[in-house]
């Protein structure tokens, strides 16, 4: 258990639709880091966040958008859903933001777009 | 940007050891790490070596860095069907994005 939480494990919804996914990093890390893994992409990274402030991006569609709040849990907002964007989604958080920081990675959430 | 490549699959016997390898473009990688995904579980990091280290050893794991060729190689000794799992290398660089650059991963199954 890397105590990083991620809910729900599971999700299934039809395209069109809007879905949120939520993560809580572990006790102490102020960075939260979201990822995309797919058979034909790989693991992808998305979205940085360090202390409630964005601090990178990167493979992340204008449909998608995340956000941390100030009790450090992030959300990732997934909206006008396709059936590509069928995935597992990862978080991962770390004490910081940069350096050697080992991120330690949630259970993930299987989207499946239907 | 950085770029790694990793064989999808590799198939050994119970007790063997197994070899993954992992090759990087970025010859500024500072830290390079292996992780390891188990069925329906997120990835957990299994070791890490920096640049100015050749060898890393931790129990049953070897990490071997060949920085001139950019190659890294995770063996794994006397390997159980409990390492059965897909493994991950990532690269990150001391400077520029902090992000890590993971591989697509290597499927390791081992048979009885």
């Known amino acids: 258990d890397s105590g990083v939480t991620q809910t729900p494990k599971h999700l299934i919804t039809a395209t069109g639709q809007r879905v949120t996914l939520r993560c809580s990093p572990r006790?102490?890390?102020?960075?939260v880091y979201w990822y995309q893994q797919s058979l034909d992409q790989g693991l992808q990274f998305l979205i940085h966040?360090?202390?409630?402030?964005?601090?990178a991006k990167g493979n992340i569609l204008e449909r998608f958008s995340a956000q941390q709040f100030p009790d450090l849990h992030s959300e990732l907002n997934l909206s006008s859903l396709e059936l590509g964007d069928s995935a597992l989604y990862f978080c991962a958080s770390s004490v910081r933001g940069q350096g050697q920081n080992e991120q330690f990675f949630g259970p993930g959430t299987r989207l499946t777009v239907l | 940007g950085e770029d790694v490549e990793q064989s999808l699959f590799l198939s050994v016997r119970e007790g063997d050891s197994s070899v993954i390898n992992c090759t990087y473009t970025d010859s500024s990688s500072t830290y390079l790490y292996w992780y390891k995904q188990e069925p329906g579980a997120g990835l957990q990091l299994l070791t890490y070596?920096?640049?100015?280290?050749d060898m890393k050893q931790d129990q049953r794991l070897t990490v071997l860095l060949n920085k001139k060729d950019k190659h890294l190689s995770l063996r794994i000794a006397d390997t159980q069907t409990g390492d059965s799992a897909i493994y991950f290398c990532a690269v990150k660089a001391l400077g520029g994005s902090y992000i890590p650059t993971f591989g697509r991963g290597t499927s390791l199954i081992v048979h009885p």
């Open positions: 070596i920096f640049s100015n280290m």
């Open positions: 966040y360090y202390n409630g402030e964005e601090r």
């Open positions: 006790s102490g890390d102020l960075s």
